[in-house]
Structures are given as structure tokens and as C-alpha cells.
């Protein structure tokens, strides 16, 4: 109960904080962000964009391990978990590219510029798309659960290249690409240390509210398992 | 749309707006299959 008052007001403060607090040349109290030249106010998307690209990441990671999980033990919950958490990083993932793009159009001045940020995200959403599809078409809850698992455990190979290798070394739009001057963790950038408080603290809110929502998901899914079998049994 | 682009700071509201939708879509979702578990189990709802 505590931590879900605490989420609460986190979530809350991140809000408030990320959008309203004032950006200034030259920061002095522990509410002023610093001025980015060119980006201004457009700065403050790191609060909110950032976080669902990192929710994404963690919810693959999610769908990996239980997927790994499933295939040693067999344990058709373990399956439910993997599905709960590969639905929220879907969500995430396309939160993440939607997010980007309309700041991008006023920020980059267009919708989509092929960045290699926005171009591995592409390919997420469709590596991801693809398990989507992969699951739907198998009828044995078994047969499915395992070449889902094997499908999610191949494609969490990919993720570490696509977020956070290949986007560095290319260069590109995002903060951290390799022609950027201030090179280096995409946190670094320019941010003072107000900001990069408000940042993580947005990290850390987020990251609990996955894994309350990745909680229901996953709980509604086996009770449904559970249900249908009982029914089963007595039909 | 000029006026978006003078004034930053709406643009990363309608971008927590976003965010917020996702959230309330998976919500709905989550919704739909509990409403659906307890048509099984009898309970009028």
C-alpha cells in the first residue's frame, strides 16, 4: 500500500517538476534547469520520452527472462508473465516512437527523419510485431509458450544493439550520437544536476509503475489460465 | 502549429498526454479481460 501512495506522489512531483519548473541561464536554486541552446523548453522531453523508451527496454528484458524461465521449468505462469511483460513493452515501444515523433516535428522540423535512434526503434516495433503474430497463430497453449519463449530470448539479442551500441557509434540526431560534442551517456548531456534528479526520479516512477501495471497483467492472465482449466475439468 | 513552436513547453504537455493515453489504453485492455473473468465466473457485473 505505501509504495503505491509513494508512486503516487512521485509520478505527481515528475509531472509538476518536468514541466513547470524554469529554465534560466544561469541556475542557482534547485528548481531551475539550465537554458540548451536550441532546445529551450523542448529539453524537458527527457522526462517523459526517455522513461518509455527505458520502460521498453526493461519490459523485453522481463519477457527474455521469464521466457527462459518457461522453457527450464515449464511452468505455463512463467508464460502468462513473459505475454503481461512483451504487451507493455509494446506499449512502450510505440509510446516511445510516438512521443518522439511529434516532438520531433517541431523540434527537428520533421515527423521522421530515419535517425539511427528512430530507425532501430522501427526495427524493434517489428521484431516485436512479429512475436505478436508468432503467438497468435499457434493454437497448443505448449507448442506456443515455447517457440514464443525461443522467438523472445533470440530477439532480447538484438535490443542492446538497437538501444544502446548502434546509436552511439552512428551518428545522428539524438543527444549521445557520435558526431555530438558532448559525447558520452545520453544523461550527460548539458544536464545540470537538477535536472538529472528530476530525470531519475522520473526513471525510478516509472519503472514502478511497470511493474504495478506488468503485476495486474500478468495476475488477470493466469486467473483466466486457471479459470479455463477449472471449467474444463468440470465441462 | 506556430504557435506550438514558440511555446515549447505545450509540446512536452501534449507528450505526457501521450504517455497517459498508453497508459489508459493498456487499462482498458486489462479491463476488458477481468470483465471477462468474472462473466465465467457468474457474477453479474
Not at chain 1, 521522421?112 to 497453449?141: C, H, K, M, N, V
Not at chain 1, 544523461?187 to 514502478?208: A, E, P, R, V, Y
Not at chain 2, 514558440?6 to 486489462?30: C, Q
Request: with cysteine.
Amino acid at each position: 500500500m505505501i509504495w503505491k501512495i509513494f508512486l503516487f506522489l512521485l509520478l505527481c512531483f515528475v509531472s509538476v517538476a518536468g514541466i513547470s519548473f524554469p529554465i534560466v541561464d544561469n541556475p542557482q536554486a534547485w528548481y531551475e534547469f539550465p537554458f540548451i541552446k536550441g532546445l529551450e523548453e523542448n529539453a524537458k522531453i527527457i522526462f517523459f520520452h526517455v522513461p518509455t523508451a527505458w520502460l521498453t527496454v526493461i519490459a523485453f528484458f522481463m519477457t527474455a527472462i521469464y521466457s527462459f524461465k518457461y522453457l527450464r521449468k515449464k511452468n505455463l505462469d512463467d508464460d502468462a508473465k513473459s505475454y503481461a511483460a512483451a504487451q507493455l513493452g509494446i506499449i512502450f515501444c510505440i509510446l516511445a516512437t510516438v512521443t518522439g515523433a511529434v516532438w520531433a516535428k517541431f523540434a527537428w522540423g520533421s515527423f521522421w527523419s530515419w535517425d539511427p535512434r528512430q530507425t532501430s526503434i522501427f526495427a524493434l516495433l517489428l521484431i516485436y510485431g512479429a512475436w505478436f503474430a508468432l503467438r497468435s497463430s499457434i493454437e497448443s497453449e505448449e507448442k506456443r509458450a515455447t517457440l514464443s519463449s525461443v522467438y523472445a530470448i533470440i530477439a532480447f539479442v538484438t535490443v542492446p544493439f538497437f538501444i544502446f551500441i548502434l546509436p552511439r557509434i552512428m551518428t545522428g540526431l539524438h543527444p549521445g550520437s557520435a558526431d555530438d560534442t558532448n559525447a558520452g551517456p545520453v544523461i550527460d548531456f548539458k544536464m545540470n544536476s537538477n535536472m538529472q534528479l528530476i530525470f531519475f526520479l522520473s526513471l525510478i516512477g516509472f519503472t514502478i509503475l511497470y511493474f504495478w501495471m506488468w503485476r495486474l497483467g500478468y495476475k488477470s492472465l493466469i486467473y483466466r489460465d486457471k479459470l479455463n482449466k477449472q471449467l474444463l475439468l468440470r465441462g | 502549429m506556430e504557435f506550438l513552436e514558440k511555446n515549447a513547453i505545450y509540446i512536452v504537455m501534449i507528450i505526457v498526454l501521450i504517455v497517459w493515453v498508453g497508459v489508459f489504453l493498456y487499462l482498458w485492455n486489462l479491463d476488458k479481460r477481468i470483465k471477462n473473468i468474472e462473466k465465467e465466473i457468474g457474477e453479474k457485473k
